[in-house]
């Protein structure tokens, strides 16, 4: 079946480390996105890719990085620069260049203890 | 800059009602398109409907409808006959044609009593 895969489902980190969030997906799709979520709160956006090898800032980038080394897989790195990293994070996929509706992952329940 | 609002925190509405949650939306890029996703407790996101900002007419998928009005830059959401299973947190979005960014709105969070 297609479609896109977060891994893992819950994380738990200490402080001042780095983490990475994996998202993968078998949908052919060249657009990809990473968002963090609040409790009780919207979707902000992280980071976005709309090709291979290229990437785009979202409104709350600091402290994250990402790579785009294969169109299946767009992780997501927590950096000990990100303040305030225990949220919900998700991430989604869409046909590129096309208005059609972006398919989400289960998402990623990082905590930091 | 691209921008999704959503002013209703939270509404309440009786089984089998109508109701409306509100979007207002901004952007000076013409080619975009407006999403409806829920968000149920377990934190799934659920696609519901989609309008292109070229459609002509309103989109509409079981009973769920758009009422979009372009020149208000407004796209709210009507969902018909409520139903209990519709309580869940209920997300606006746009995705600019030319960047592929797409954002959301912060939500409203509805709640369907009998």
Not at chain 1, 1 to 11: A, E, F, M, V, W
Not at chain 1, 34 to 58: A, E
Not at chain 2, 17 to 45: H, I, N, R
Request: aromatic letters at 12%; charged letters at 20%.
């Amino acid at each position: 079946d297609g479609g896109i895969t977060q891994s893992p489902k819950y994380l738990f980190r200490k402080e001042g480390q780095n983490v990475t969030l994996s998202c993968e997906q078998n949908l052919n799709h060249d657009a990809m996105y990473w968002y963090r979520q609040d409790p009780g709160q919207g979707l902000r956006l992280i980071y976005y890719s709309q090709i291979v090898n290229d990437f785009q800032k979202g409104d709350i980038a600091e402290g994250y990085s990402v790579s785009r080394e294969k169109k299946e897989s767009f992780p997501l790195t927590v950096t000990s620069a990100q303040k305030n990293p225990t949220a919900f994070y998700l991430c989604a996929s869409s046909i590129r260049g096309d208005n059609t509706e972006a398919f989400f992952g289960q998402g990623t329940r990082l905590t930091v203890v | 800059a691209q921008k999704i609002t959503q002013t209703q925190p939270g509404m309440f509405v009786q089984e089998k009602e109508a109701v409306t949650l509100d979007c207002t939306y901004d952007t000076s890029d013409p080619s975009y398109g407006l999403f409806w996703y829920k968000q149920p407790s377990s934190g799934e996101m659920i696609f519901l409907i989609y309008q292109g900002s070229y459609d002509q007419q309103n989109a509409t998928e079981g009973r769920y409808s758009l009422n979009f009005q372009k020149a208000r830059k407004s796209a709210n959401l009507v969902i018909s006959a409520s139903q209990l299973g519709d309580s869940a947190m209920y997300f606006c979005a746009m995705r600019e044609g030319g960047t592929d960014k797409l954002i959301f709105g912060t939500g409203t969070r509805l709640q369907v009593f009998p």
